[in-house]
Antibody
Framework: QVQLQESGPGLVKPSQTLSLTCTVSGDSISSGSYYWSWIRQPAGKGLEWVGRIYTSGSTNYNPSLKSRLTMSVDTSKNQFSLKLSSVTAADTAVYYC????????????WGQGTLVTVSS | QSALTQPASVSGSPGQSITISCTGTSSDVGSYNLVSWYQHHPGKAPKLMIYEGIKRPSGVSNRFSGSKSGNTASLTISGLQAEDEADYYCCSYAGSSTFVAFGGGTKLTVL
């Protein structure tokens, strides 16, 4: 069973860069079975897909976030990361990392989520 | 505004069946058999309940079933139980530009 755990600052100032890391256990991030994905949920709202990265480093981003988003993979640490620049209060959300099945296009395993608040 | 449309809320009594709809377009739900459904209890990790429209992951009760007709996918929960009370989200592959579309979520209340 794959387990994922998000980590990173819970508070980010407006205009700065939000950085989160997801640590994967129970599977190698290089296994090739999954894309590694981020999803977020603003308070009181629904889920929003942020983006995904493959072990090769190939990425697909939500078009609405693409200009501010960078995702990366660190296979030596079995981690993948998210950087979202120029944040505003609208980026305040619970951020989840998840494994995105390569075949079938579904989010099979999820982390518990981490709240990131954008505020001065 | 979410790409896929779900009812904001549904309710049912224990033992009853309910169906949650998820309406998309010919660019997402209608074009691919790649709809998935997630159960989300607040404060917990979302849980995959249905994938590829109709398949259940190992360990998910057979009270949960999925279907699709045209641009609308549906999740049916039969024999409602108190523990089914949660938010439910549909999700679909949406092509090589948008990639993933979520529904706005449906709050299920077990009366």
């Amino acid at each position: 069973q794959v387990q994922l755990q998000e980590s990173g600052p819970g508070l980010v100032k407006p205009s700065q860069t939000l950085s989160l890391t997801c640590t994967v256990s129970g599977d190698s991030i290089s296994s090739g079975s999954y894309y590694w994905s981020w999803i977020r949920q603003p308070a009181g709202k629904g889920l929003e897909w942020v983006g995904r990265i493959y072990t090769s480093g190939s990425t697909n981003y939500n078009p609405s976030l693409k200009s501010r988003l960078t995702m990366s993979v660190d296979t030596s640490k079995n981690q993948f990361s998210l950087k979202l620049s120029s944040v505003t209060a609208a980026d305040t959300a619970v951020y989840y990392c998840a494994s995105y099945a390569l075949y079938g296009d579904y989010l099979e395993y999820w982390g518990q989520g981490t709240l990131v608040t954008v505020s001065s | 505004q979410s790409a896929l449309t779900q009812p904001a809320s549904v309710s049912g009594s224990p033992g009853q069946s309910i169906t949650i709809s998820c309406t998309g377009t010919s660019s997402d739900v209608g074009s691919y058999n790649l709809v998935s459904w997630y159960q989300h209890h607040p404060g917990k990790a979302p849980k995959l309940m249905i994938y590829e429209g109709i398949k259940r992951p190992s360990g998910v009760s057979n009270r949960f079933s999925g279907s699709k007709s045209g641009n609308t996918a549906s999740l049916t929960i039969s024999g409602l139980q108190a523990e089914d009370e949660a938010d439910y989200y549909c999700c679909s592959y949406a092509g090589s530009s948008t990639f993933v579309a979520f529904g706005g979520g449906t709050k299920l209340t077990v009366l």
